[in-house]
């Protein structure tokens, strides 16, 4: 397993940008496929954005399309999400964890172990 920790978050006006960061702080972070989620208040989690171990693939859910970027570096055991032209409705605490299931899934089950996750708030 990979265990993972957010930071980045923080308040942002709506259309604008943030990045947010998952490091590593124990396992093999190259070798695994990762994934973020979001959760706001009162709502389920839900799937945001995934990538291949090597980085050099990637899928969205259809609302992040085209506004959010997500990348990884193996050499500093990091994921980024580049989140751009921001919405009020990306108020959430986003978590990124390792896929434990096939590539393409969307289903919270397929990830894990979760951290603590980051809060980004974005005001109107």
């Known amino acids: 397993q990979v265990h993972m920790v957010e930071s980045g978050g923080g308040l942002v006006q709506a259309g604008g940008s943030l990045r947010l960061s998952c490091a590593a702080s124990?396992?093999?972070?190259?070798?695994?496929?990762m994934g973020w989620f979001r959760q706001a208040p009162g709502k389920e989690r839900e799937f945001v954005a995934a990538i291949f171990w090597s980085g050099s693939l990637t899928y969205y859910a259809d609302a992040m399309k085209g506004r959010f970027t997500n990348s990884k570096d193996n050499d500093k055991n990091t994921l980024y999400l580049q989140m751009d032209r921001m919405q009020t409705g990306d108020t959430a605490v986003y978590y990124c964890?390792?896929?434990?299931?096939?590539?393409?899934?969307?289903?919270?089950?397929?990830?894990?172990?979760w951290g603590p996750g980051t809060q980004v708030t974005v005001s109107s």
């Open positions: 124990a396992g093999t972070f190259s070798i695994y496929n």
């Open positions: 964890a390792a896929m434990n299931g096939r590539w393409g899934t969307q289903f919270e089950a397929d990830f894990g172990p």
